[in-house]
């Protein structure tokens, strides 16, 4: 499915490291698709400049100088707060679609639903993918995942959009040399544009939220050893908290790493919500797993994409101290030392698995 | 608009003190909005003899039978897991359809966009009220509810389907008595059934379930000293916890009152979860609050409805005294306590915001 896309990737005012996360996860994990990136703020230079990474993608400032990269689809490359659509982009997408580019799209608004999109696409046969719209046939959770004999490893994070899905695309190559058979579960509407299949558990209604996280992880855990569950949100994000524990009891993880920014002391958006230390978050994200299935945190990925060299191997290093365990930033230094720590722990629970007769999923 | 309403209750298969909540909460709240209720299997009793209250209303096998009464509206008494419709029901909601009855739902399943049934209804002039059926405006919450000078209190429970409308509801008039204002904020299909107003957070898109709960708490607290808000689910439910979370974190409470049932051992249809002690519970509670808004938990209710009295009476004396808390189960006690504890706790936070200068909201 993703070898013949060929993405304009639009991220109008947004382009940066932090703040059009949709956009930058496709330049790094599928950069061959990207033909370029619409933003007048930064038109004229290349992804590599904008982002420390991405080569020679280059950036434009309209959508005609975008059409002259030849790309066959518009990503929407930001994700505001809310997820809508907001309306100075109307104009972008509809001419998108009279150029017969398909529209990727992962906000909670259903573009596909829109009657002047609709009507365009269907005129220049154009297609409109909502990565975001939730399968029609999700049920509650109820403790399947239990059943697997695969590994669960779920991201969880201080904050929201500070490296979850990221550290687990990282990692999972690691994962892989070390042998293991290693499938990565989105959860995202960015996850599942990279993966190419996944539900946005935080589109889906309430209830359901943990239905489908047991569901992506059940379908994610067909033919691995290992399953990396990309964590949403964190458990003490004032608005997504609710998605974040319920894909942790829906996923039900064996095993945990916790996502921090050193630099960041209070929750994105909301600072009246102070970071407690990750001690502390750890005894959170441990306390909640607790009644379900006991679950670890095994290792430490931290984002230092804002600290120089010196500052992050510092950090790094503090926290090792502080947690007693393996940390690293996996998309700055080597992401091996958590793929070590998650192979360790898959096979020390295989081991326990096989002495124990296999008479309880543990 | 609850005074014209006289409901035929569909409770088929299911009628009982545990298996028709919304049933049970009509008939307790609302006994005179109810006409009859529809269950073939207690078919000839009366409520009382079924439920232990609800006096004299009948129960009846089939909606001829219950026309008979005189409704002027269907109400679904019953919440399968998931909130499906189940297809066997079809054939009454046509039938009440046809008689010009409206009917009321709760479900996850909107029967307003089924096609039969809006066909039926718009021909006999009847009205289908989805309780469930989200806002169209919610958003992302942003800690909005600090800015209140209502005290919130949210009930909280090691469950679900364990009493934590009904604690509310029960409270209510004790904590007016006590001399202040008081709004409950209904936050699923019963609580709005019998309020008349509230957003089941349950039924909304999963990144808006804080936005859903700040919103409703924010609507409660207008002309309200003491905001009395519906808990939802259990942090350690395998399907729901998201939903719980989600609404703490929106509803943001000053204190959270602990509902249990001494009797339930282990969570609801997933026996492989064991509810902890409930000193275990309250420090998940309070923990999961701490970052946001230090909320201690204040009192405890009970649901003792299937001990003895003298086996009830020692329950409430053993969490009493393992908890420290005032506890009683508000509805075969006096709920007195509760309202007591609250009250308290209400004035002891007004008093320190005064002497503070009300410079910071706690």
Chains 1, 2 share one sequence.
């Not at 990136?37 to 992804?47: H, P, Q």
């Not at 009891?249 to 102070?274: E, K």
């Not at 600290?307 to 930033?329: F, K, Y």
């Amino acid at each position: 499915m993703a070898l013949s896309r060929r993405f304009l990737v639009l991220a109008e005012g947004s382009f940066g490291p932090l703040s059009s996360k949709t956009a930058n996860a496709c330049i790094r994990y599928v950069p061959d698709e990207v033909a370029a990136v619409l933003d007048r703020g930064t038109a004229g230079r290349i992804a590599q400049d904008v982002l420390g990474f991405g080569g020679n993608i280059p950036v434009v400032a309209d959508f005609p100088s975008g059409l002259a990269h030849r790309p066959n689809a518009l990503l929407i490359g930001i994700a505001p707060a809310g997820g809508q659509f907001p309306d100075a982009w109307r104009p972008i997408v509809c001419d998108a679609l009279r150029a017969g580019l398909d529209v990727w799209s992962g906000l909670h608004t259903m573009l596909g639903d829109d009657h002047e999109f609709a009507a365009l696409a269907a005129a220049s046969g154009a297609t409109i993918r909502d990565l975001r719209r939730a399968p029609s046939t999700l049920g509650v959770a109820s403790g399947l995942v239990r059943d697997l004999d695969a590994t669960v490893v779920l991201t969880v994070g201080t904050d929201c959009n500070i490296g979850k899905m990221t550290a687990q695309l990282q990692v999972q190559s690691s994962v892989r040399q070390l042998g293991h058979r290693v499938n990565f579960a989105a959860t995202g509407q960015t996850g599942i544009l990279v993966e190419g299949r996944g539900i946005a558990v935080d589109a889906v209604i309430a209830d359901f939220i943990a239905g489908a996280a047991e569901s992506l992880t059940l379908e994610a855990a067909e033919g691995a050893d290992i399953v990396l569950v990309e964590g949403q949100g964190s458990i003490i994000h004032p608005a997504y908290s609710g998605v974040t524990l319920g894909l942790m009891h829906g996923a039900l993880p064996h095993a945990m790493v916790l996502c921090a920014q050193p630099s960041r002391t209070t929750i994105h958006r909301n600072p009246w919500v102070p970071i407690p230390s990750l001690i502390d978050m750890i005894r959170l994200y441990e306390g909640a797993m607790e009644s379900l299935r006991p679950s670890p945190v095994i290792a430490v990925a931290l984002n230092t994409f804002d600290l120089d060299d010196r500052e992050a191997r510092n950090a790094i290093e503090r926290v090792r101290s502080e947690t007693g365990l393996p940390t690293t930033d996996p998309v700055r230094y080597e992401p091996l030392v958590i793929a070590e720590a998650i192979s360790a722990f898959h096979l020390e629970r295989l081991a326990e698995h096989v002495s124990g007769g296999g008479s309880t999923a543990v």
